[in-house]
């Protein structure tokens, strides 16, 4: 049996790998991002200003509930040339609702329950620049799937 020794290596002939890592995988969305569109399904609101393709847009971040709720009231109100509203949209008006049900946290969640990853992000009262100017209609939502956001900033554009 032989006592053989690794030989010492002087610190000046040590090379540290500075090259970037091949191998990174990206989230497909921004985890702070999905995690206040998970809050907002809670009920917390927040205003964000998030960057789409050269777009700016800014909004309340709400649920999806509230989202698909308004849908389903402006459609409720809608007339089609002043003879009432007409009965297929009665079926379309029941989708939204059902929709806006998923967005629901069950009254006695069994353990374990975690609220599902958000797919898309809806804002209220959005304001939208594409040339440096932003429209300034009130109570616009806009809804966009969160793996197309560039980046975004916590809080509202003026």
């Not at 002939?13 to 809670?42: F, G, R, W």
């Not at 927040?46 to 009231?73: C, H, P």
């Not at 946290?105 to 374990?112: D, L, M, S, T």
Request: with cysteine; hydrophobic share 35%; net charge negative.
């Amino acid at each position: 049996m032989s006592d053989e020794m690794t030989p010492e290596v002087p610190e000046s002939e040590v090379k540290e790998d500075h090259s970037p890592p091949t191998n990174i995988e990206l989230p497909e969305t921004d985890y702070v991002l999905s995690l206040m569109c998970q809050l907002a399904n809670l009920g917390l609101q927040q205003g964000v200003t998030i960057f789409v393709g050269g777009a700016i847009i800014s909004g309340m971040i709400v649920s999806g509930r509230i989202y698909y709720e308004d849908l389903a009231n402006k459609l409720s109100n809608a007339t089609i040339g002043g003879s009432g509203r007409p009965a297929y949209l009665d079926e379309v008006i029941d989708r939204y609702m059902d929709a806006a049900k998923d967005y629901d946290v069950p009254a006695n969640p069994p353990e374990g329950w975690i609220m599902p990853e958000p797919s898309y992000i809806f804002l209220q009262n959005a304001k939208f620049s594409v040339n440096g100017s932003f429209t300034t209609q009130k109570g616009i939502f806009w809804r966009g799937r969160l793996s197309k956001v560039d980046g975004f900033i916590a809080g509202l554009t003026s």
